[in-house]
């Protein structure tokens, strides 16, 4: 067994409405701020240990897949690292 | 017979909901998501709040507890399901429902009286109502969006599983009318509840879809009482007491 950081990142999928996101975005043009666009992202750390790299994101896929993400609406990715 | 309201941490619409069945003489009683469906369970609310916060999405803790399992089954068995605004984000997170609730568009949170035009009056919940009826109840809710995935939607609105859209008191379906952004002014569905996962890992397909499920943002169990404005949230609520 070794240690790994599997971090996933949930987003909406391309084309759903992102109200916070509009809204931060006009909260920083208030600012005075140039920006083209904004999206917006949660990300989660886990600290896993698995027998592998592949064990560790196969397992960071599956909290993706039931619970991390609403796969009507978002998107996910999955990264990991070996922990020290 | 007991038409069972699930309280989960957080819940805050519960006492609204059993005041309103008892107001229509039904036999009901508030739940602990701890200790399971009673056995004599003949009908089931899920009802509004905030349920554990809201944590990760409106809905999503709610929807992975043990009781909910419970829940899909007495559906799959002909139980009828109510889900309303966290009952209803609740139930699309399990499954029971297609789609999903997410942040208005406003990114406000609303509250106030809308009008809904009932476009399937063939369900355990509309058919004290005829399809294009304008009905008003209060909403009070910030993840109130609908959102389905373009081919799930286009089933869901083929095989008539739309059960409400916002509209104006004349019964026009225009933005204007649409209070949070959900598409095509969706306010409530019913769904299938047989074939899915029990997870979040696939949306529901729709072939052997039941109608026993149904969720609305909108809060039937506002509108019983007429001191409080209004009474078409009965016809709704009488789904659940055959």
């Known amino acids: 067994m070794a240690a790994f950081t599997a971090t996933v990142t949930v987003r909406l999928k391309s084309g759903v409405l992102d109200p916070e996101a509009a809204t931060t975005q006009r909260a920083l043009e208030r600012l005075e701020f140039d920006l083209e666009d904004l999206r917006f992202a949660d990300r989660y750390e886990i600290d896993l240990d698995a027998a592998d790299a592949d064990a560790a994101a196969e397992r960071a896929e599956s909290m993706a897949e039931r619970l991390l993400a609403n796969p009507t609406i978002h998107d996910y990715d999955v990264e990991v690292e070996q922990r020290e | ?242």
């Open chain 2, 1 to 242: 017979m007991t038409v069972a309201i699930i309280r989960f941490g957080g819940s805050n619409c519960d006492r609204d909901a059993l005041r309103a069945l008892e107001h229509l003489d039904a036999d009901a009683e508030i739940v602990w998501y701890e200790d399971g469906l009673p056995e004599n369970t003949t009908g089931i609310v899920l009802p509004g709040g905030f349920s554990y916060g809201d944590y990760l999405r409106a809905g999503a803790m709610a929807a992975r507890t043990p009781i909910m399992q419970e829940v899909r089954e007495a559906a799959a068995e002909g139980t009828p399901v109510l889900g309303i605004c966290n009952g209803a984000q609740i139930c699309a997170e399990v499954g029971l429902v297609p789609g999903a609730f997410t942040v208005n568009e406003s990114a406000r949170f609303q509250c106030e009286p809308v009008h809904l035009r009932v476009e399937d009056a063939d369900t355990p919940f509309t058919r004290g109502f005829e399809e294009g009826d304008v009905i008003e109840l209060p909403i009070a809710h910030g993840e109130g969006r609908y959102e389905a995935r373009p081919g799930t939607f286009d089933d869901l609105v083929e095989e008539e599983k739309v059960l409400f859209r916002y509209c104006d008191a004349d019964g026009n379906v225009t933005d204007e009318a649409n209070p949070n952004g959900s598409k095509d002014n969706v306010a409530g569905v019913t769904g299938g509840c047989e074939n899915t996962a029990g997870t979040s890992s696939g949306e529901p397909s729709l072939a052997g879809a039941c109608e026993n499920a149904a969720v609305l943002m909108p809060h039937p169990e506002r509108a019983v009482l007429p001191e409080l404005g209004g009474t078409d949230g009965r016809r709704i609520l009488e789904g659940l007491t055959g």
